[in-house]
């Protein structure tokens, strides 16, 4: 969708949205339309018991001088960012596939000029929520096919330069939209690379793989006895943004990429298991955020990492029992093969600690269903050995509409995934097990380094729409590591 920026509306806009604040309906403002469609939209929003609220709309036909204009009211109900942000999502989804091609919004219809920020973070919503992939829909009827191509919004041009950064982050949604939402007979780890390289081309960053001879050699013995049991050959795939220059990266974002999770010989249940497809979600976000940063030149040295397998439940499979040596030289007895992610992530944590040092490290990963059990699919959990740190992020949540809650790590927690033959073991008993596998990540954090853990299994695909999205990948995490780089490591 192309965003455009102008004074004042055309005089022959076919499709027009004025924004309205919460109890706001008898201070809007509506420009070129008579008295007549005046009329008819008081109405019209007050049948439909229309007040303001963010993501409320109401539709109607008015007459205008050049014919009849489709004129929706939108809520933008306290004024905040994420109110601003909910109308633009809700805009887009009644006009999506309306027939309408073209909407102008004027903002000036507001009784006080909005804030640069919520303009452009209406635009980014309206952009994000028209995201879909039609490439396997090969019998779409035409009723269903996307219209909506522009939106322009007028009163509100001094938000262009606001609007710039909003919309590299919209690009790296759409790129980790687009990862995760990919079927697993395309999207798998080598695919994966070839994918990111081609889309990150010319953006600046500087991309390595490692093969799985690469990682033999250098001892990557968890992350390759997930992998083991696939054709697939596993990748570990960095993105390194210096945006300060010359250095070591201040952070290092690590991604947890099972491209497909069948549980290994610990065979998942069938019903559900296509859901894993999206088991990449945290290598994704990763992929995506580093666009994010590229796009805007993020002063800041930040380095993503991609730890890619699949797993799968061959003869040659990992089996309950084994015991595998870390690149960390940690041992760990695997008791379950479904609980795969924090192996991969293990050396995938060491590795960028031994080559590139960063002082603050932050994982994410579709990691356990026993988060989705705990928080659903409204926050994703958050652990951290660093009080600043977690709060930094909380609020990096709350400013970008990405929402965490932290949970806690202790020595308690810590004892149930002692092994008694080897170091640890890669699961502890049924209770706590989000925290337990935080525990079993943090044996691999260095001293010193602040390291955070986001457990987002309930967030990366939605059964239903959302504010900035429709039913599937949702892109989560983007936005949040984006803003947490923009508030914390740069300026």
């Excluded at 790296?172 to 798998?188: C, D, F, K």
Aim: proline share 4%.
């Amino acid at each position: 969708m192309k965003i455009e920026f102008s004074l004042t509306p055309a005089a022959d806009v076919a499709v027009l949205a004025l924004p309205v604040e919460k109890e706001g309906l008898d201070r809007v403002g509506f420009g070129a339309v008579d008295t007549t469609g005046q009329a008819l939209a008081m109405g019209a929003a007050r049948a439909a018991r229309f007040d303001g609220d963010a993501g409320a709309v109401v539709d109607l036909m008015v007459p205008t001088a050049t014919g009849v204009t489709q004129l929706l009211l939108v809520g933008t109900g306290s004024g905040s960012e994420v109110d601003f942000e909910r109308a633009g999502g809700a805009l887009t989804a009644k006009l999506l596939t309306s027939g309408a091609t073209r909407v102008t919004v004027d903002m000036a219809a507001l009784p006080t000029p909005p804030a640069t920020q919520s303009v452009a973070r209406f635009a980014a919503a309206a952009v994000s929520r028209a995201w879909r992939i039609d490439t396997y829909r090969t019998r779409l009827p035409e009723k269903q096919k996307p219209t909506l191509a522009h939106l322009t919004f007028a009163g509100a041009s001094e938000a262009a330069a606001a609007w710039a950064a909003q919309e590299a982050v919209v690009k790296g949604l759409a790129l980790t939209r687009e990862l995760v939402a990919e079927p697993p007979n395309v999207m798998y780890p080598v695919s994966f690379v070839e994918r990111v390289t081609a889309d990150l081309a010319g953006l600046g960053l500087d991309i390595s793989v490692l093969g799985e001879a690469e990682m033999a050699a250098l001892g990557m013995g968890a992350l390759l006895g997930v992998s083991q049991g696939s054709v697939r050959e596993g990748q570990l795939l960095v993105i390194k943004w210096n945006g300060k220059g010359p250095g070591d990266p201040d952070l290092a974002l690590v991604g947890k990429g099972v491209t497909f999770d069948t549980g290994g010989i610990s065979l998942k249940p069938g019903p559900g298991m296509e859901d894993m497809k999206w088991d990449m979600g945290g290598a994704g976000a990763v992929a995506g955020a580093m666009k994010a940063l590229a796009l805007r030149k993020a002063k800041a040295n930040v380095i993503g990492v991609c730890g890619l397998v699949e797993n799968m439940p061959d003869g040659n499979a990992q089996r309950p029992g084994d015991v595998v040596t870390s690149m960390s030289g940690q041992t760990i007895e695997i008791l379950n093969t479904d609980a795969e992610g924090r192996l991969v992530l293990c050396d995938a944590i060491t590795w960028v600690q031994q080559n590139h040092r960063p002082r603050t490290i932050v994982d994410l990963a579709t990691l356990t269903g026993a988060m989705i059990i705990a928080l659903g699919n409204e926050h994703g959990g958050m652990f951290a050995n660093d009080d600043s740190l977690a709060d930094q992020l909380l609020a990096a949540g709350r400013a970008s509409g990405d929402l965490l809650w932290r949970f806690p790590l202790s020595d308690a927690y810590n004892k149930l995934i002692d092994s008694p033959i080897a170091d640890m073991k890669n699961v502890g008993p049924r209770g706590a097990g989000s925290i337990t596998a935080a525990q079993f990540l943090q044996r691999f954090v260095d001293k010193g380094v602040r390291w955070a853990h986001l457990d987002i299994a309930g967030m990366v695909w939605a059964d239903k729409p959302g504010a900035t999205f429709d039913k599937g990948a949702t892109g989560y995490g983007v936005r949040l590591l984006d803003r947490f780089v923009a508030d914390y490591f740069e300026g």
